[in-house]
């Protein structure tokens, strides 16, 4: 079984600052590790992904993530807001060669930028 | 390129109605399909899968069913909506082996 835990359900953060979103799983097996963004009222789009080698990933938009493997975590960081950022992040895991239906989604982290 | 259709994006029924949400794949053959629904503060819970044509797992015992009629198409029915099944469906189609997976829009379903 395998489980994710996303600390955070609100972050609010002001436009051109920093944010982390953290992510936290558990798992007996090694998996795959996603991040999903969700803008309101539409479905969920791939942000990034880590399968394997370099434990950083990074998205277009300026997106990053890290897999530690002894903390179990992939944080999701941006040095840098826009307004545009709001939106839901979903945090996902998945054992490897598995289907999608193994796919497991954390809560959520909802990311409110400021003016 | 592979797209991934869903209807209708809103949807407004009574209590004891129908329901019938269809979605389509488009640009791949013999997908993985999926259906998810998402409650406020709940993140998302797996419904059904179907790895090909009939094929149908439920991971939920609930009060809908899923049926695939054609190797791209993925319904979610039930007959008897209850006010406890609103909520964000989504469908969804998966990639090469667990590598991702590809969302439609959704659809807001509101049982009054």
């Known amino acids: 079984a395998q489980s994710v835990t996303q600390l955070d359900s609100q972050v609010p953060v002001f436009e051109e600052a920093p944010v982390e979103l953290r992510c936290n799983y558990s798992?007996?097996?090694?998996?795959?590790l996603f991040w999903y963004v969700q803008y309101p009222n539409q479905g969920l789009q791939l942000l990034l992904k880590?399968?394997?080698?370099?434990?950083l990933v990074e998205s277009i938009n300026g997106f990053e993530a890290e897999f530690n493997k002894s903390q179990t975590s992939f944080h999701l960081r941006k040095p840098s807001v826009h307004i545009s950022d709001t939106a839901e992040y979903f945090c996902?895991?998945?054992?490897?060669?598995?289907?999608?239906?193994?796919?497991?989604f954390g809560k959520g982290t909802k990311l409110s930028v400021i003016p | 390129s592979q797209t991934i259709h869903q209807w209708p994006a809103t949807l407004v029924q009574p209590v004891g109605s129908p329901l019938s949400l269809e979605c389509t794949v488009e640009?791949?053959?013999?997908?993985?399909l999926y259906w998810y629904r998402q409650a406020a503060g709940r993140g998302l819970q797996l419904l059904f899968y179907?790895?090909?044509?009939?094929?149908i797992s439920s991971e939920v015992p609930q009060n809908l069913s899923a049926s695939r009629p054609q190797d791209r198409q993925f319904i979610l029915s039930s007959k008897k909506l209850l006010l406890s099944d609103s909520g964000f469906y989504l469908c969804?189609?998966?990639?090469?082996?667990?590598?991702?997976?590809?969302f439609g829009q959704g659809t807001r379903l509101t049982v009054v």
């Open positions: 969804a189609w998966e990639g090469a082996a667990g590598t991702e997976a590809f």
């Open positions: 880590y399968l394997s080698g370099s434990t």
């Open positions: 798992s007996s097996v090694s998996v795959y």
């Open positions: 179907s790895v090909g044509i009939g094929q």
């Open positions: 996902a895991v998945n054992p490897p060669g598995a289907g999608s239906y193994q796919l497991t």
């Open positions: 640009g791949t053959s013999n997908p993985n």
